[in-house]
C-alpha cells in the first residue's frame, strides 16, 4: 500500500502536485531562473509582474536590501526592504520569454501563472494583455490588483476591478484570478463585490511597504522610499487573519503569502482554507531549495497525521477561530483583579534554570529570585492571569493554572487556552 500522501491540488480546473507555489517575483523573471524552479517540486510557478507603463518599470539601483544588519529579528524572519520594480522588458520579449517558460513548465507538470498590471482605465489593454499570455502558454492569469502603482486607485472603488475581471474572463479561456495587497479595507465588502465577476482565484497578499533609519548614519537605511515591500516571518500572523476574514466571506480558491519560510507557515495557511502557499522573498533567504524543504515538511507532517490528501485538512481550523467580542461574551471573570485572579503561574522546579526572564518581564512583580532557597518564589497575589510569564520562559518551566484546582493546567504555550476551547 502506498502511505506517501498526495499533496496535489485542483484550482479551477489546473492541477498542481504541490501545494507549494512559487510567487511572483525577480526569481521568476527569466527563463534560467525558470528552469532552476522547473527543477524543484513547486506545484507551480507564478511569473515576475509585467505592466506596459515606462514610468511603472523604473529600475533604481542597488533596491534589494536585506535587513540583517538591524539585529536577529530581522536576520531570522528573512526581512528585505526591496525597491524591485515591475519586469523591465517590452511586451514583444516578454511574451517569447513567457512561451518558453511555458514549455519548461509543462514539461515539469507545472503550472504557468502569469501575472501583470495595466492602468485602470485601459480596460481593452488588460484584455489585450490577457489574450496574449494565454497564446503565449500561461495555463492561469493574476491580475495584480496589488501593486502600489495601481492598488491607490483600486482602493477608491470596487467597480473598477470588478470590470476589469468581469471583461478579461469574457475574453480568455483559462482562468483568472486576482492579487490583493495588505491595506485593502473594507475587505469583506470587497470580497462580497467580487462574486459578481467571478474569480477564479485570489492571491493574497502582497507585502506592505516601510522604511528603516540608519540612525548612527541618520539617514534612511539603503533608499529613502517609503515606496517598498518590507517582507518577512512577521508579516505572516497579519496576512493569515486576512486569508480568515477572506475565507469567512467567500470559498474561492485562495493563494496564501506572506513570512513562509518553513513548512509549519506554509501549512497555517492551508489548515485556515488556503489551496496553495506562495514562497515569495524565502527564495532569496533560503535559495530555490526551500521549496523541496516546505513541500517535504508537508508531506511528513500529513504522513504524521495520517493524513492522505490536503482536501482532508484544508481549512480545518477555520471554525475554531472567533472574535474579540465573541471572547469577551464569555469570559466569566470579565473585571476581577488581583489578588482574586482566576489562574496563577507554577514553576517546575526541576525545568527551571534560575535565568529570571520571568523576574525581569512580569511587570506586575509577581516572581522573585530566593537566594537562600536558589529558586523562584511566586506572589499569587499581584498576579493578573496574563500568561505572558509562560511564553517568556526559554525553559518551558512555567504554566498558567487553576488557583482553586491546581491540576488543572490553563495554558502550557501549546494549542489554544483551556478558556478559548
Known amino acids: 500500500m502506498n502511505d506517501i500522501p498526495d499533496l496535489s491540488v485542483s484550482v479551477a480546473g489546473v492541477r498542481f502536485k504541490s501545494p507549494v507555489l512559487a510567487a511572483s517575483s525577480e526569481c521568476s523573471s527569466d ?79 507545472m503550472p504557468l501563472i502569469a501575472s501583470y498590471f495595466e492602468v485602470p482605465e485601459n480596460l481593452p489593454l488588460w484584455i489585450r494583455r490577457a489574450r496574449a499570455f494565454e497564446k503565449a502558454g500561461a495555463d492561469m492569469i493574476e491580475l495584480n490588483f496589488s501593486c502600489p502603482h495601481t492598488s491607490r486607485v483600486f482602493h477608491q472603488g470596487f467597480e473598477v476591478p470588478i470590470e476589469i475581471i468581469s471583461r478579461v474572463k469574457e475574453h480568455t479561456s483559462i482562468p483568472v484570478g486576482l492579487k490583493i495587497g495588505p491595506t485593502l479595507e473594507p475587505l469583506e465588502s470587497f470580497i462580497a463585490s467580487l462574486h459578481r465577476a467571478s474569480p477564479d482565484f485570489i492571491t493574497a497578499h502582497n507585502a506592505p511597504g516601510g522604511i528603516l533609519i540608519d540612525v548612527e548614519k541618520e539617514v534612511p537605511f539603503g533608499a529613502p522610499a517609503i515606496e517598498g515591500y518590507v517582507m ?36 497555517q495557511y492551508l489548515l485556515c482554507g488556503c489551496h496553495l502557499a506562495g514562497i515569495g522573498s524565502g527564495l532569496y533567504f533560503g535559495g530555490f531549495e526551500i521549496l523541496d524543504r516546505i513541500h517535504r515538511g508537508i508531506s511528513a507532517w500529513m504522513k504524521n497525521k495520517g493524513y492522505r490528501s490536503i482536501d482532508e485538512f484544508r481549512g480545518k481550523v477555520l471554525h475554531l477561530i472567533t472574535d474579540p467580542a465573541t471572547l469577551g461574551a464569555k469570559e466569566k471573570y470579565p473585571f476581577v483583579m488581583p ?67 491546581r491540576e488543572r493546567v490553563i495554558w502550557n504555550n501549546q494549542g489554544t487556552a483551556i478558556p478559548f476551547q
Open 339 to 405: 489578588p482574586e485572579c482566576p489562574y496563577v503561574p507554577v514553576v517546575d522546579e526541576s525545568k527551571c534554570n534560575l535565568c529570571r526572564a520571568c523576574e525581569k518581564a512580569c511587570i506586575y512583580d509577581v516572581f522573585r529570585m530566593e537566594a537562600e532557597k536558589e529558586g523562584i518564589s511566586v506572589d499569587e497575589s499581584r498576579c493578573w492571569s496574563c500568561g505572558f510569564c509562560v511564553g517568556i520562559c526559554p525553559g518551558g518551566a512555567i504554566e498558567l493554572r487553576d488557583r482553586r484546582y
Open 31 to 109: 527563463v534560467p531562473l525558470i528552469e532552476k524552479l522547473a527543477g524543484t517540486v513547486a506545484g507551480g510557478i507564478v511569473t515576475k509582474t509585467f505592466t506596459s507603463r515606462e514610468e511603472h518599470k523604473v529600475r533604481v539601483r542597488p533596491y534589494q536590501f536585506p535587513l540583517q544588519v538591524f539585529g536577529k529579528d530581522y536576520k531570522e524572519g528573512n526581512c528585505l526592504l526591496s525597491l524591485a520594480a515591475p519586469h523591465v522588458e517590452d511586451i514583444g520579449p516578454w511574451l517569447d520569454k513567457i512561451s518558453r517558460m511555458a514549455e519548461i513548465c509543462r514539461a515539469s507538470s
Open 232 to 267: 518577512g516571518r512577521a508579516f505572516l500572523p497579519y496576512s493569515l487573519a486576512r486569508i480568515v476574514r477572506i475565507r469567512r466571506e467567500s470559498d474561492i480558491p485562495l493563494i496564501g503569502i506572506g513570512g513562509i519560510g518553513a513548512p509549519r507557515d506554509a501549512l
